[in-house]
């Protein structure tokens, strides 16, 4: 067997001078177990596996850790300044696009600097608005956050998820729209669930896994999520009573949705199987509810549609998402045989399920699809990861386009079959969210809502897009924004994600102004392979055997800037979250010199046990199996946490993550930063801090309160400050 060595020749790490005389951090020592096992006939040695569980001693360790981050933080001189102004910026009214339920208009606002969004009820045209849901009013701290709500069609009920500390742990309640009170329904455990309410307003179908073993501070146990299921809750019943309606024990890491079509006539039944752009299709019709009611199968361990539903996508060969239909003839946007997407119309009522192309696969890939006023279409084609929007028919035929102000994307856009009207919401780098009324038969669209922010013009800035050759030659696009008039390297801050089929378009965030605008640095977003801007081939370019193109990319984007002058070595930045974060601890072990700091957020460092905490399972699909040989060769090669090596120094470095994130797990952070620190810390020839800030009562960052946020703006935008020797400008 080949040994993974792991460094163990390296020094505890403590207080020591660097040849420059500059005195550098003591970290906390992190014992290290002698815990070793064999992968595929490599031994690989884990010490720090002991942080996969809460004990006394991890508490302690990450108790010192904070301490040291935090007084570290406190000597970036700027980190107030930069709160102070961050504040200021976020400080505007912000509001979702309207929708219509029942005789009602709805939208969230937050005030400004409110933790959470509020829910609020036009209850007629024109009348005051009233508050129908505060989530500010759940927790003192602003730490229970809204991750879903759903009307019932008449608009009376709301079923709506409260998530708590950032975990993806959801509890549903329900609420009486008109009295803006809860009927004392509750289902617990719920987590990656859609909401969907039968015709009859009688209950609603939700999902949720089994309760886990560790009920007390839900959310920081890294048990493996499976068994996930369909069940229905009627109101006014306790949850023990719930109908379990649709799941799958020969397969337990299926994950489940459930959607109603507008005509209230048909259930509509997807599963995936991981990450993957990738699900199947059952559908059930409502109209035999009393059938349904009346098998109450709460014994059969498949449910009680599972004999009802009709399979009309049976495996996994693409992504189908229900768009609309019209009777039994279904509309889908999917990706099989059209990498790019298309829209098919499917009719149920034929047992072939053969597919008719609607609107055909083309250059520009299809990102988002939408009924509006009866026969139209809302369509959303991004070009080089920016968007556009059009009308179509039903019949596949283009309308027209719907003119934005300037290049950017589409955030959100509310509108169905029975609605005359559609909302959309448009943003740029620079712009924010402006909320536009589109009206379908004049076709003619205009402001509804637009955000003012204090003292910030979008004419200061400028956005470039350039493109930069990979290792293999492949064309990268990648965003520059920063203030006009700019010449020679500046200050940069590199973000990239690349993977899952996520696409980085254009998004606004008034932090990032602080940055650009008074920090007098770049912002840079790399629209990597693994990601979606160029459909699901670029997405396959970057996942399993391939990841690594993800990492080259990143790599060579940032020699790119340093080459064109558009940045310098010594004061260049890598960021990113997630699979993100594992990105930025792939390029700092891969290429120590690359930057001058990076930042990695919740990010997945582990990737030989990936797979075995929370919903890791279903990653498989970008990052590979670690127990299949193949995968795991490929794997074992880029794993920041197996892939920390001594003898050259990294760059300052900063990890974040949260004690409650069930996404990715904080143990992936512990683990790696405690190598880092052992073995990079140690050595003579590291002067930067290698740092981990570890949050309380947070998660993977969904539902974060803004004043949470805005702390770690400071601390972060604090530190590349520092690290980049930025200067603030008025």
């Known amino acids: 067997a080949v040994a993974i060595t792991w460094s163990d020749n390296a020094r505890s790490c403590q207080e020591k001078t660097t040849h420059t005389g500059i005195m550098a951090l003591q970290y906390p020592n992190a014992r290290r177990s002698d815990t070793v096992e064999t992968l595929h006939g490599v031994e690989v040695r884990d010490p720090y596996r002991w942080m996969e ?41 912000k509001y979702s696009c309207p929708f219509r339920r029942g005789k009602r208009m709805c939208f969230f606002k937050n005030s400004g600097l409110q933790n959470q969004s509020v829910l609020y009820a036009e209850d007629a045209p024109g009348a005051t608005p009233r508050v129908l849901l505060d989530p500010n009013k759940l927790a003192e701290d602003g730490t229970a956050a809204l991750s879903s709500t759903k009307f019932t069609e008449n608009g009376e009920l709301l079923a709506y998820a409260v998530s708590r500390s950032g975990s993806d742990w959801q509890s549903i309640y329900v609420r009486r729209v008109d009295s803006a009170e809860d009927t004392g329904d509750c289902c617990e455990w719920a987590k990656f669930t859609s909401l969907a309410w039968l015709p009859d307003n ?12 560790q009920t007390s501070d839900a959310g920081t146990e890294n048990a493996s999520n499976r068994n996930h299921a369909l069940y229905f809750h009627r109101i006014g019943t306790k949850q023990s009573e719930d109908v379990l309606l649709f799941a799958d024990p020969d397969h337990p890491e299926y994950i489940f949705g459930s959607e109603i079509t507008e005509d209230g006539k048909y259930l509509i039944i997807s599963a995936s199987e991981s990450c993957a752009p990738a699900n199947t299709v059952h559908v059930v019709d409502l109209g035999k509810q009393k059938e349904i009611r009346a098998r109450n199968d ?46 098919v119309m499917i009719d149920i009522a034929d047992k072939t399920m053969a597919s008719r192309d609607v609107i055909p696969e083309s250059d520009a890939v299809l990102e988002h699809v939408s009924p509006v006023h009866g026969t139209y279409l809302a369509v959303v084609l991004a070009r080089d990861a920016q968007e556009e929007l059009f009308l179509y028919r039903d019949d596949g035929s283009r309308v027209s386009k719907i003119e934005l102000p300037t290049k950017g994307s ?49 004419d200061d800035y400028e956005t470039l897009q350039e493109f930069f050759v990979s290792r293999d030659g492949t064309r990268v696009p990648a965003f520059i924004v920063r203030r006009k008039g700019c010449t020679g390297p500046q200050p940069a801050l590199l973000y990239g994600y690349g993977g899952f089929n996520i696409s980085l378009t254009p998004s606004f965030s008034p932090f990032r102004l602080v940055l650009i605008g008074h920090l007098g640095c770049s912002l840079v977003v790399a629209n990597l392979r693994g990601g979606g801007e160029y ?71 582990d990737m030989l046990r990936f797979h075995k905490f929370t919903i890791g399972h279903h990653w498989r699909s970008d990052f590979g199996d670690p127990d299949d040989p193949k995968d795991f060769e490929a794997i074992i090669k880029y794993s920041p946490l197996h892939n920390v090596r001594a003898g050259k120094p990294y760059p300052a470095v900063l990890l974040t993550t949260a004690d409650h994130d069930d996404r990715v797990a904080p143990l992936h952070s512990f683990k790696f930063a405690a190598e880092v620190q052992h073995v990079v810390g140690s050595s003579s020839v590291q002067e930067k801090p290698l740092l981990i800030r570890i949050e309380e009562k947070a998660g993977h960052g969904a539902g974060k309160p803004t004043e949470k946020v805005i702390d770690e703006v400071a601390d972060t935008y604090g530190f590349l400050a520092k690290e980049l020797r930025l200067t603030w400008q008025e």
């Not at 007084?71 to 009214?93: M, N």
């Not at 079959?417 to 009324?437: I, L, N, Q, W």
Request: glycine share 8%; hydrophobic share 35%.
């Open 53 to 93: 569980e809460d004990s006394e001693e991890l508490t302690a360790w990450i108790k010192s850790q904070n301490e040291i981050s935090n007084a570290y933080l406190t000597t970036c001189d700027l980190r107030s300044q930069v709160r102070k102004r961050a504040k200021e910026l976020y400080d505007y009214p």
């Open 298 to 343: 709460r014994g059969s361990e498949r449910g009680a549609l599972s004999s009802l539903a009709t399979e009309v996508v049976g495996d996994f060969r693409g992504e189908y998402d229900f768009v609309t239909n019209e009777g039994s003839k279904f509309l889908f946007l999917t990706n099989y045989e059209a990498p790019k997407r298309k829209v």
């Open 410 to 458: 589409i955030v959100e856009l509310q509108g169905r079959k029975r609605d005359a009207e559609m909302y959309f919401k448009f943003a740029s780098f620079v712009h924010p969210g402006t909320a536009f009324r589109y009206d379908v038969e004049s076709r003619k669209s205009s402001v509804y809502r637009e955000p003012e922010l204090r003292n910030h013009n979008p």
């Open 535 to 605: 459909g699901v081939d670029w997405w396959k370019q970057g996942i399993k055997e391939k990841k690594q193109n993800v990492f080259d990319d990143f790599q060579a984007a940032a020699d790119f800037l340093v080459e064109k002058k558009y940045a310098s070595r010594d004061r260049l930045a890598i960021m990113g979250g997630s699979n993100g974060g594992l990105l930025v601890g792939a390029c700092i072990t891969q290429r120590p010199d690359l930057c001058a700091a990076a930042v990695a957020q919740v990010g997945v460092m």
């Open 202 to 213: 009688s209950g609603f179908v939700y999902a949720r896994f089994p309760a886990p073993s």
